[in-house]
């Protein structure tokens, strides 16, 4: 068995970009405790709830009763997708328990009743932008993570799903023609880290109606982006890039040559050599403090972005290396964030951790 600190190194880029192994037992065990600490967790609760009267007053646990832990909704859908992700693809040790309680959280949450309440939630009057897009996409990405498990459990849990991850659906394509352009913005409103998570899922569902919609907005979007200053990036609170989550959206719509001279024009700052200068690694100056934590998630999304693009690239092209060394210094620091000293960051940082140590966004489930 490998050590944690090998299991890290593997993790940290000596792979190569498309593999994907299992993740090791203890960086499983790691990242289940901390989901399955707050997937049942109703409280502190940040409930993005509007009211329509008194009667419209409920604790979250009524309100959404699938997904009502873990701070707030979204964390929570991600935090069901990172049990079923790391019960799919991680390594279990022979004394471990986190797979027995991760399908008992599971089967407790994802039931018909309780995914019926949630469809009514979503299409309540007043709640046409709620969760939109962030929560939405990563709700789909629970819907295709469970629909591609080959497991009895799972597929009982994709069925009850199903009603929810269709509106969701529905609502996102409704939208989108709608939105006359992209939200550019490092935070939960940004359009190109949700059309991506929007993009791979309906491949992977086969939902080429709306596949396609998700390629041609993001075309219109972004096709002729030029000239985006990675050097104002991040803001103080971002957990996304903008600059990044374009390009790493951009490489699913666009032949590798393509890619290449569109990343040329969007992204022209991107370097030629690894210097740390590039891109420096967030530093949260306080853990405590949830809105800065968010940084300790940007270098974990940058880590994936940038893996991203590199995989979208020719092989030949010079940037790869570069790309790949900014790439490596952003996982370290952010796995090794993790930690979930702090609530404020462990309870959704190990969604992100296992969206990179899996590499979701560069497989076909």
């Not at 909704?73 to 991760?102: K, N």
């Not at 929560?135 to 591609?148: M, R, S």
């Amino acid at each position: 068995m490998r050590t944690f600190a090998t299991a890290l190194l593997a993790l940290a880029g000596t792979l190569p970009i498309h593999a994907q192994e299992p993740v090791d037992t203890a960086l499983a065990r790691r990242f289940a405790d901390l989901a399955l600490d707050c997937v049942h967790r109703e409280y502190p609760n940040k409930v993005q709830h509007v009211l329509q009267g008194d009667d419209d007053v409920a604790p979250p646990r009524e309100l959404t009763p699938a997904f009502f832990g873990c701070y707030d909704w979204h964390s929570a859908v991600h935090g069901h997708w990172l049990l079923a992700r790391l019960l799919r693809t991680a390594q279990v040790g022979a004394t471990d328990d986190w797979p027995a309680r991760a399908r008992t959280a599971l089967d407790r949450s994802l039931t018909d009743e309780h995914i019926a309440a949630e469809v009514r939630y979503l299409e309540g009057e007043g709640r046409a932008s709620w969760e939109r897009p962030y929560g939405l996409a990563w709700l789909l990405q629970l819907g295709a993570e469970l629909h591609g498990w080959d497991d009895t459990d799972a597929r009982r849990w994709a069925r009850a799903l199903e009603p929810l991850e269709d509106a969701v659906a529905a609502r996102m394509a409704s939208w989108l023609p709608k939105l006359s352009h992209p939200n550019r913005t490092g935070e939960h409103s940004q359009t190109a880290f949700a059309l991506g998570m929007c993009l791979d899922w309906a491949r992977d569902r086969g939902r080429d109606e709306f596949l396609e919609l998700c390629r041609e907005r993001a075309r219109t979007f972004h096709l002729a982006d030029r000239g985006w200053p990675l050097a104002f990036e991040p803001s103080g609170q971002d957990f996304l890039s903008p600059g990044l989550a374009t390009a790493d959206l951009m490489r699913r719509v666009l032949p590798p040559a393509e890619f290449s001279a569109w990343l040329g024009r969007a992204l022209p700052d991107l370097p030629l050599d690894g210097e740390p200068s590039f891109l420096p690694v967030a530093v949260v100056t306080d853990k405590a403090d949830g809105k800065l934590a968010h940084l300790d998630g940007l270098n974990l999304s940058r880590a994936w972005m940038l893996e991203g693009i590199v995989a979208g690239l020719p092989d030949g092209d010079p940037r790869r290396r570069a790309l790949s060394s900014c790439a490596e210094r952003h996982r370290r620091a952010g796995l090794a964030a993790v930690t979930g000293e702090h609530y404020e960051g462990g309870h959704w940082l190990g969604s992100f951790a296992v969206y990179l140590v899996t590499r979701r966004g560069l497989t076909t489930n």
